[in-house]
T-cell receptor, first 111, second 116 residues
Framework: DQQVKQNSPSLSVQEGRISILNCDYT??????FLWYKKYPAEGPTFLIS?????DKNEDGRFTVFLNKSAKHLSLHIVPSQPGDSAVYFC??????????FGKGTKLSVKP | DSGVTQTPKHLITATGQRVTLRCSPR?????VYWYQQSLDQGLQFLIQ???????AKGNILERFSAQQFPDLHSELNLSSLELGDSALYFC???????????????FGEGSRLTVL
């Protein structure tokens, strides 16, 4: 049973436009959510996080929105740049301390 | 460079064999996590150690085992290997036992295991 779902395996956007990556979760006990970015031949790197007590967190071009009632979060990248092309993983965690990851969405930003 | 070192980077072996993957966490980090990424799958949490003790267990098969040594490096042992065990195995580390919740989870580059 997948607790964290990223239903879009891939997304293609034009440079300068907005990229929106979506993530759904099923476990209402999760109390923090994170996005990780992964380039080929590298390990995932932390991008941005949000606590369950917030509905928005912004860091530069990256904004994460959390809708607890819908158990849905999204990552917005504005404006998108070719260097943003990577696989993005949504992750969620609770008091245990480990993270549950989704399958990832491959973002391609075309010049 | 995350500071987490994994060896070997690539490993090819046959079914039924046993392999050991090694992870050196970032200097000072006490917690080590192991994740498996199979084809078309996300990062599956296997197991976490904190300061030498097992802290959390995920979807780790009985054929797999891990440990964290006094110098804090960790090893993941995979035995009676099957074709389906072919995957990328990531190690991550954090300072605290619950470091993952702040995003302070640092990943190595992974060990790619191919079972033929």
């Amino acid at each position: 049973d997948q607790q964290v779902k990223q239903n879009s395996p891939s997304l293609s956007v034009q440079e300068g436009r907005i990229s929106i990556l979506n993530c759904d979760y099923t476990n209402s006990m999760f109390d923090y959510f994170l996005w990780y970015k992964k380039y080929p031949a590298e390990g995932p790197t932390f991008l941005i996080s949000i606590s369950s007590i917030k509905d928005k967190n912004e860091d530069g071009r990256f904004t994460v929105f959390l809708n607890k009632s819908a158990k849905h979060l999204s990552l917005h990248i504005v404006p998108s740049q070719p260097g943003d092309s990577a696989v993005y993983f949504c992750a969620a965690g609770g008091s245990q301390g480990n993270l549950i990851f989704g399958k990832g969405t491959k973002l391609s930003v075309k010049p | 460079d995350s500071g987490v070192t994994q060896t070997p980077k690539h490993l090819i072996t046959a079914t039924g064999q046993r392999v050991t993957l090694r992870c050196s966490p970032r200097s000072g980090d006490l917690s080590v996590y192991w994740y498996q990424q199979s084809l078309d799958q996300g990062l599956q949490f296997l197991i976490q150690y904190y300061n030498g003790e097992e802290r959390a267990k995920g979807n780790i098969l009985e054929r797999f085992s891990a440990q964290q040594f006094p110098d804090l490096h960790s090893e993941l042992n995979l035995s009676s290997l099957e074709l389906g065990d072919s995957a990328l195995y990531f190690c991550a580390s954090s300072l605290y036992a619950t470091g993952a919740n702040t995003g302070e989870l640092f990943f190595g580059e992974g060990s790619r295991l191919t079972v033929l």
